[in-house]
């Protein structure tokens, strides 16, 4: 592609995303920066930093949040499936917490509500296929470990003594803490034009017009929190491995899902919905942080770039899925993944605390 071409793309894409297309309904969808947040109180956050890590929370002591979601890995575990809690394995991908805080939904099903952080900690605690512990259990344990006291009332005020619900808040905090920094895509919609390559100039304008990749694409983490058929193969060990078939149908049965015990597909949102046009429908994944949380897709299926834009390019997989063939060329491909990496930023480096021990508590809660 000329330069000329590169510059004139650049362009059309700061305009296309400063300025609304005059529509009867809305304005065109766009991939925007991440907006400035307001972080939540930082005694609050250390608190839940120091929760993430600590294996008391789950059932057996046997892991922890951040066993699934480690920072060396983009807060994902680099697994095509999870493997959930001790002795069972889960039948989809850990996605990233990185930039958690900008989800419509939680889940790559949608069940929990993106606004509630404290919540989807308190079903990874509690859940069975994950963390399998019961709060008010985990609450007595953290009542035992004097660090944890003076970190809690530090958070929560003088006197006030470990209580699930605020645990999981506590985390969550955390968790909405971890966002991307020094992104390339960032810097260049905010007028700094050399933050992205050539390369990566020509793929915003496939990823923006041919590729089509922004209808569902869009907002700050470049997800419309919407839920779309792609058609993705069905990872062979789902049903290959009987623990983690029996993952997926016992979550179908706590999900009320219809005749749940002869799926033999993650039906995905249809489990949620209990309508029959959402099955194989999931939602749509963020674009940030991509370098790091490979494999991709809802199982793991694809583990590079190359083979996710293949994919799309092709129309995806399978009848019904609600992609369509593109005809990009290899060069458009090439320049779409150089593209798609521009959207992650600076390492996030969190080292592992130490944990504190348990000690007998003789003061019965007074101070």
């Not at 509690?126 to 470990?145: N, S």
């Not at 915003?204 to 058609?231: E, T, W």
């Not at 062979?236 to 149908?249: C, F, K």
């Amino acid at each position: 592609m000329a330069a000329g071409a590169l510059v004139s793309a650049a362009a059309l894409s700061l305009t296309y995303l400063s300025t609304t297309t005059a529509t009867a309904q809305a304005p065109a969808p766009a991939l925007t920066p991440l907006p400035e947040s307001k972080p939540a109180s930082p005694a609050l956050v250390a608190l839940g930093r120091q929760l993430f890590f600590d294996q008391r929370l789950a059932g057996d002591w046997g892991n922890s949040c951040a066993s699934c979601h480690s920072p060396t890995k983009g807060f994902g575990d680099g697994m095509p499936l999870s493997l959930g809690y001790t002795s069972m394995e889960y039948f989809r991908n850990a996605p990233t917490l990185i930039n958690a805080r900008h989800r419509k939904r939680f889940m790559w099903d949608g069940r929990l509500d993106g606004a509630d952080a404290g919540t989807a900690v308190r079903d990874m605690v509690t859940e069975a296929h994950f963390m399998h512990a019961d709060g008010r259990i985990v609450q007595e344990r953290l009542k035992q470990i004097p660090e944890y006291v003076v970190l809690w009332e530090a958070a929560f005020g003088k006197g006030s003594e470990p209580y699930s619900p605020r645990m999981f808040n506590a985390i969550g905090a955390f968790v909405q803490s971890l966002e991307s920094k020094n992104v390339p895509y960032d810097r260049f919609v905010k007028g700094d034009a050399s933050a992205l390559s050539a390369e990566a100039k020509a793929g915003l304008a496939v990823f923006n017009g041919k590729g089509q990749c922004v209808q569902c694409h869009n907002g700050p983490i470049g997800s419309d929190g919407k839920f779309h058929r792609l058609g993705v193969p069905e990872h062979p060990d789902v049903l290959g491995n009987p623990l983690r078939t029996i993952t997926m149908l016992r979550h179908y049965a706590t999900s009320g899902m219809p005749n749940y015990m002869n799926a033999r597909t993650d039906v995905g949102f249809y489990a949620i919905s209990k309508d029959a046009k959402d099955i194989g429908k999931f939602q749509t994944p963020s674009l940030r942080e991509l370098k790091v949380t490979a494999p991709y897709m809802h199982n793991g299926v694809f583990q590079t770039l190359d083979e996710v834009v293949d994919f799309y390019d092709r129309g995806g997989g399978g009848k019904g899925t609600d992609l369509k063939p593109l005809g990009l060329s290899a060069e458009e491909k090439k320049g779409l993944v150089a593209f798609l990496l521009s959207l992650s930023g600076d390492p996030i480096t969190i080292n592992e605390p130490e944990l504190p021990d348990l000690q007998v508590r003789t003061n019965f809660g007074k101070n």
